[in-house]
């Protein structure tokens, strides 16, 4: 592949020890050598790939004189053994934010172009050094934010999903073999498979897409995180749950009624679950009109909810505020678990009775103190996701990209196993089949739009 020579700043943009800068594509030693001059006096085209090397990197001034600015370390990755699959240089100098934009600046007057959000990135992809969900799992790891998913992200970029998605492809393109001799030579006895052979095979493909296509309930809830909304009646401890789950004072509390107006948003890690957190304004009727504001939001939050964290206060019996908020969550799609809070000054029985008759996860909890975090968390990982599963090592979806397309594989599966095995003829499983396989080939990038590529890029950062 002919491209154009892109380079960028690798590393975060302000003061720092050192700085990376990539250059990538068809000229990028040739580029790289008219800003830097290594110290042994070779060219950078006579010095061995991946070798470090020390030298001077220089600037052109306005009137063409070339100055020296820094020392720097630069090192020669030629096509294809590089992360892009192209020539790349990688300059590492000194950390400083005009010395960093002054090297760049100097590698751009050399002939290189800026890169785009993800393009190197993309590149590598372009040229079949990752697939797709590898990438999507490279662009995980930079944005994590608590272990579960660094280690997610860490197995997607070892090609685990894309290696159970190619074994099962093989083997439908297996199976449509042996269907394509049937129909070229039906008076011949010349396929591998039998047709009761055939619907059989297809019949475990579908098995394994359909337990593929399950993970995503874990993939989901590590990855992207679950909406979740602490709701309840003012005063009963959300804002101090909110807190106490984000690990720091984030929500004001205090003993008046209505301190929270508005809606607080938070990521917290909760075992092996991510949470998108809302704290709200605590539900009841109000004159005040900026409170009555937050009251409508919070009853909108709940709307959308995934998980909906129910707190109750569990030193007094339920009032009427309580059971206004029974009669909404009732209406709710998302998982609900009643919190009766406060567990430290004891729970009454009407409020533990009214919790188990409004859903059956229910966790005594105090949000003071922790106590009751470890129930709650091993009720929120039991709802969304599956014990069984290894982030390290498994095959897991991560996405709704991934999810959506092994749904239509499993589907196009189990309706060309249908074809089969209701007895109708051959041929009229072909399609599906060939479905099945355009869809696992769409989920690893092997067939998947420039758009769709262009779009799951744009979201990466500039320099990776």
Known sequence: MTTDTIAAVSTPRGKGGVALLRVSGDRAIEIAERVFSPQNGQTLHEIPSRKATYGTVFAT?????????????????????????????????????????????????????????????????????????????????LEAQNREQLLLAHSGMKGRTEAESRAVYEELRHILASVYVVIDYPDEDLADMTREEMTEALAGCAEKLRRLAATYRTGHAVAEGIGTVICGRPNVGKSSLYNRLVGRDAAIVTDVEGTTRDLLTETAALGRVTLRLTDTAGLRETGDAVERIGVERARNELETAELIFAVFDGSREPDEADKALAGELR???????????????????????????????????????????????????????????????????????????????????????RALREGYPIDLCCHDAEEAMAALAELDGRAVSEELVSEIFSHFCVGK
Not at 115 to 124: D, I, N, P, Y
């Open 61 to 141: 001034e306005a009137d063409g004189a070339r100055i020296a600015v820094d020392d720097a370390l630069v090192t020669v990755f030629r096509a294809p053994a590089s992360f892009t699959g192209e020539d790349t240089v990688e300059i590492c100098c000194h950390g400083g934010i005009l010395l960093t934009e002054t090297v760049l600046t100097a590698i751009f007057a050399a002939g290189a172009r800026p890169a785009t959000a993800g393009e190197f990135t993309k590149r590598a992809f372009l040229n079949g050094k990752m697939g797709l969900s590898s990438a999507e799992a490279l662009a995980d790891l």
């Open 331 to 417: 209406k709710v799609g998302g998982e609900v678990v009643a919190v009766i809070n406060k567990s430290d000054v004891g729970a009454d029985p009407k409020t533990v009775d009214f919790c188990r008759m409004l859903c059956k996860n229910v966790v005594y909890l105090s949000a003071k103190t922790g106590e009751g975090i470890e129930e709650l968390t091993a009720v929120v990982e039991r709802l969304f996701t599956d014990g069984a599963l290894d982030l390290k090592e498994d095959a897991i979806l991560t996405n709704a990209r991934q999810h959506a397309a092994v749904l239509r594989a499993v589907e196009n599966a189990e309706r060309a196993e």
